[in-house]
């Protein structure tokens, strides 16, 4: 079953995830993991951890999939799979209720990362419903669009070069449903941060959902430097001409 187009998400329910965003964690077990200076790999050995989403932005993605319910999740950029692991942990909550499935993309699982976020989802028995591509996700995400697939959350964490963060917005955003959430990772990195200013300024079919009031996100994110994701909602499907109007 494809994903349907969803309406744009209403202030109140977003103002009920910030304030459940503030309470204590009820994924305990993974936090402790994220904080952890090492990863298993697949084969058993402890590895250092190198990259992984932090506690507080963890559990903030783990309450936006619970809220919105997604049918179909899309994450580029998998590492050691903390991230995977707090995406999973919320479809585990849901799927009695509506099926879900969660596709990630990451060439460099088995390679660089040793198979660890495979070891920590099928630890944790959250493997089922996901689906691991190893392949670049230029290459990957033109795949799925081809053969029908469409999702209704994206998590983007994967090459932080502009050029790359924008590409995979770009392939990301043609597989998403209008609707869906767009979650983009480390917002204020070198490579990124132009890259969230180019889509706030010019890719207006995406929606900046702001996590604070107007004073409080200028603080965090400009002055601040506190600000790690960019959460999107797509509002329609990108109408630009090829002069970019």
Not at 94 to 109: E, W
Not at 201 to 227: C, G, M, S, W
């Amino acid at each position: 079953m494809k994903p349907e187009a969803r309406p744009q998400l209403a202030k109140e329910r977003i103002a009920a995830v910030l304030s459940q965003w503030r309470q204590p964690s009820d994924t305990p077990d993974i936090d402790a993991i994220a904080i952890s200076p090492t990863h298993v790999a697949l084969d058993g050995r402890e590895l250092p951890r190198i990259a992984q989403v932090s506690t507080r932005y963890g559990r903030l993605l783990n309450l936006l999939v619970r809220m919105l319910q997604p049918q179909s999740i899309l994450e580029i950029g998998m590492a050691t799979g903390v991230s995977s692991a707090y995406i999973a942990r919320a479809r585990h909550s849901y799927r009695s209720r509506a099926p879900s499935r969660h596709v990630i993309i990451d060439p460099f699982q088995t390679t660089d990362w040793a198979g660890g976020g495979r070891a920590l989802l099928a630890r944790l028995e959250l493997s089922e419903g996901v689906e691991l591509m190893e392949e670049t996700s230029v290459f990957a995400v033109p795949q799925l669009e081809k053969y029908g697939r469409r999702f209704d959350f994206a998590f983007i964490d994967g090459n932080h070069c502009f050029d790359y963060t924008l590409t995979d917005v770009l392939v990301a955003d043609r597989v998403l449903v209008v609707g869906g959430l767009l979650v983009i990772d480390d917002a204020l990195s070198f490579g990124v941060k132009p890259a969230i200013r180019y889509l706030d300024r010019y890719r207006h079919n995406l929606r900046r959902i702001r996590l604070d009031p107007p004073i409080v996100h200028y603080l965090r994110e400009t002055v601040l430097r506190r600000r790690r994701f960019a959460v999107y909602q797509k509002i329609s499907d990108d109408n630009r001409g090829a002069d970019g109007i």
